[in-house]
């Protein structure tokens, strides 16, 4: 098991690999000029291209992305425009602020994350109860009921949701702040019940749907046979076996979430990672773009490589699967070695 | 005559779809005696696995419906009982083998936890005793003991129908139901797994209702037999006579489609046709459609149960209402 979570973090790897270059290359091509913006209006061609000099921005594109990964020494004396590089986890300072871009998105982080947690267990909570009595009343009033409401909630776009949520409790009642932010507890339920809605609509609809085929199997009819009462063939034959497909979208929820919902944040001016990504694109921020993307891309791949972890705690076959995976690659290692 | 621990009375199942009334079980009639085995023996669809679940109230809640007669479990009416009342039968007093071993084991438990979970429902043993019996139940069924940590997907299809096994016969039940329990294994699996189920049956005492659509295979482990078909019991006897002198056209049709050894012949002789739609039975005798024997009074008149010589069976030839021409072939031959 440790060495297929140590394979699988050598992995994302090369994924992040793929996805720096896409991502440098996009913005490379994308249109504006870093040292225009920086430099004041009436600036002469001359001043735009020393700055282009200074920022590293004359060089050949293969060489800024090399750059990008292993560091920048600029040649003006003020150290402002060199950086690390990407290995270093040092991308420089953001064009706009002028403070270095990844600890602008470490600070934020906790925000995000802590919107995050709330909305996943809120959606949790409420989806997973939810799709249960959906399934083990197939047809009945709760079914339809569950049903329609998810999908309402899956077709409430988070940005409209947001607004009407603002309009009516914080302009109408008057009773949570329309601008949220995370000193202020109450001021998250706004942002938190509009991450929410959405998955929870999802993941109800998931629960549902494995739900049912799960209580046709064979051994949830075995499981009767032996005269186990109802509900705890649905707690213990059941629900294990249907959450294997609910865990996969949660999982991808999660990394959703976590690297910031973004329109969300937006409507509710919160200040996480889906802001700072949003301003910096506006601006032509590119270290702070870059940096954003990047960081989205690791927690992305650590959240995909914990809920692949979390499948072999639930399902042993997978479990039997990596562990077979492991065990024939180092007999292979092993034959090759001799 | 032997203590009955089962006798199933006039019982009818329906299941309920949005269109039609499927009548899967037609007022049958069973008996069995305490430590007796019997053989459940039709074609598919022919009602065999319906009767097993009305037995074990295991019917789908929403569709089928038992609408008439009784199901007299040493004496207790289990069509009556209250749901928690059943529960403390089923698993029990009352087990049942599942057709497909392959699919009918949790595949997130292990098979250990999954035998001793019948032990802790019906109160037997505590959690630790539990998983200790289930250890010596895995043995009696061949597999080691140690093998309890393990999940299904490490086991063969022949080993997991053993694990069934154990599960169903982990309490002692008065009664088996084994539906099929063979029929998707392997065949040389096939004769280890029913030679066990016939052991363990006498071992343990245990009454047995197997139900099968090969006639070998009851052959092999049942004392009685009853032919199942659309619904209904059209011939019940002991197996040598019945497999001897079947009474029934339908079970000699079955018996003239397998293979003897002991028979000089070309061909098997299949029986011709399908078996009724069950949401719409023909009048008459059910079974006219196909019989070679069949007359004129066939179509309009339902055949009663007549009782031979300690035998049962439906067939108008056998109520002298039309001439006795069993053995010839009839008019197809």
Known sequence: ?338 | MDEQLLSIQNLTTQYLTDESVIHAVNGINLHLAKGGSLGLVGESGAGKTTTAYSIMGLLPKLTGKITQGKILFEGKDLTRLPEDEMRKIRGNEISMIFQDPMTSLNPILTVGDQIAEVLEIHGTADTHAALAKAGDMLEMVGIPRDRMHEYPHQFSGGMKQRVIIAIALACNPKLLIADEPTTALDVTIQAQVLRMIRDLKVKLDTSLILISHNLGVVAQVCENVAIMYAGRIVEYGPLREVFSRPLHPYTEGLLNSIPRIEVDKDRLSPIRGMMPDPSTMPHGCIFKPRCPYAAAACGTRAPHITEISGRSVMCLMHEGVIPNTMGTGGHHA
């Open chain 1, 1 to 338: 098991m440790t060495r297929y979570i140590f394979r699988r973090l050598l992995m994302i790897v090369p994924v992040l690999v793929g996805v720096t270059f896409i991502v440098f290359s996009l913005t490379y091509i994308s249109p504006g000029d870093p040292a225009r913006m920086i430099l004041p209006q009436d600036a002469t061609d001359a001043d735009i291209s020393h700055m282009r000099h200074l920022m590293g921005l004359d060089e050949p594109f293969l060489l800024q992305y090399v750059h990008f990964l292993f560091g920048f020494k600029s040649p003006s004396e003020d150290a402002s425009f060199s950086y690390k590089g990407l290995l270093a986890l040092d991308l420089g300072r953001s064009y706009v602020s002028n403070r270095p871009v990844f600890k602008t998105i470490l600070e934020r982080f906790p925000n995000t994350a802590l919107l995050a947690i709330l909305a996943l267990i809120l959606s949790v909570i409420l989806s997973i109860p939810a799709g249960i009595i959906s399934a083990t009343h197939q047809y009945s009033v709760s079914d339809m009921v569950v049903s329609i409401l998810s999908l309402l909630g899956l077709s409430m776009p988070a940005f409209w949701l947001g607004m009407i949520l603002i309009w009516i409790f914080s302009v109408k009642l008057r009773i949570f702040p329309s601008l949220a932010n995370p000193a202020n507890l109450k001021s998250l339920v706004l942002p938190v019940i509009t991450l929410a809605t959405m998955n929870t609509a999802v993941q109800a609809r998931m629960t549902r749907s494995s739900m049912l085929e799960v209580i046709r199997q064979d051994y949830i009819r075995t499981a009767r046979a032996k005269g186990l009462d109802e509900k705890k063939v649905i707690r213990k034959h059941a629900l294990n076996n249907a959450l294997i497909p609910v865990v996969t979208v949660i999982g991808l929820q999660v990394g959703q979430l976590l690297v910031g919902a973004v329109l969300t944040e937006t409507v509710f001016s919160y200040p996480g990672i889906g802001t700072i990504m949003v301003d910096a694109i506006q601006r032509k921020d590119t270290p702070q773009i870059l940096a954003s993307v990047v960081f989205v891309a690791i927690i992305f791949a650590l959240v995909n490589l914990i809920v692949d972890i979390v499948y072999a705690f639930i399902d042993p076959r997978i479990k039997a699967q990596y562990e077979s995976m492991s065990k024939a690659r180092s007999n292979g290692a092993a034959r090759k070695g001799t």
